[in-house]
């Protein structure tokens, strides 16, 4: 699994963070070899790429970062295109709210993909109910924490030790003491490794 996510990242040019702290190491496949897979040489560089290509690998980068399937993000194009805000804005806004990107935000794991297993296993309750849907969609107040009857699992080992020095994203608050994160409000300031015009053009053909 990890060479697989280590040549997305390659073929796209960026560092996605799709392996969470491995991506901030010196063994990051995207710091050690910034170049496509297949091109042996390291002399050899990302060429320029059509409008269009340009557009795709924005898409590309979108979908890969938040583990979406193409219909998926079809889908939340469309709803942000009908929405009454900017349709980028929109679109960030739909995603950062999922709650794996909650739990991810939050500081409670490295990765949206160990999020997304956190979730899918059941570990994972949203205002006390054990939830096992990664993309449903939080609101301001809503709380999300860890179930009771995993506190044993290996993502809270030293947790509370790790999240020390975190800082959760100005929508979202975090009681380190209790693990409990709260929703404030919708996603805004989110920082971004692609550019959404891009995609919104992508989308808009």
């Known amino acids: 699994m ?7 990242e390659r073929a ?6 799709l ?20 091109e042996h040489s390291k002399t050899k560089r990302f060429r320029k790429s ?51 990107n909650a739990v991810f935000r939050l500081g409670f794991v490295s990765s949206r993909r160990i999020a997304r297993q956190l979730v899918s296993h059941g570990h994972i309750t949203v205002n006390n109910r054990r939830v096992t849907v990664p993309s449903i969609s939080l609101k301001a107040a809503d709380e999300v924490s860890f179930r009771k009857e995993s506190a044993d699992h290996p993502s809270l080992k030293d947790l509370a030790g790790r999240l020390k020095n975190y800082q959760t994203p100005v929508w979202l608050k975090l009681d380190k003491e209790k693990l409990v994160g709260e929703v404030l409000s919708k996603p ?13 053009n992508y989308y808009s053909k």
Request: aromatic letters at 8%.
């Open 12 to 17: 796209l040019g960026t560092k996605l963070f």
């Open 50 to 100: 059509s409008e269009y290509g340009r557009q795709l690998g924005e898409k590309q980068k979108i979908r890969f970062s938040y583990g979406l399937k193409e219909k998926e993000l079809e889908k939340y194009f469309v709803l942000a295109d009908r929405s009454d805000a900017p349709t980028d804005t929109a679109l960030i806004e739909l995603l950062e709210s999922r709650l794996d």
């Open 188 to 200: 805004k300031d989110v920082e971004m490794p692609f550019d959404l015009n891009l995609v919104v």
């Open 19 to 38: 392996k969470g702290e491995r991506c901030s190491s010196a063994k990051c496949a995207a710091v050690k070899r910034p170049y496509r897979p297949g």
């Open 2 to 8: 990890h060479k697989i996510l280590e040549k997305k």
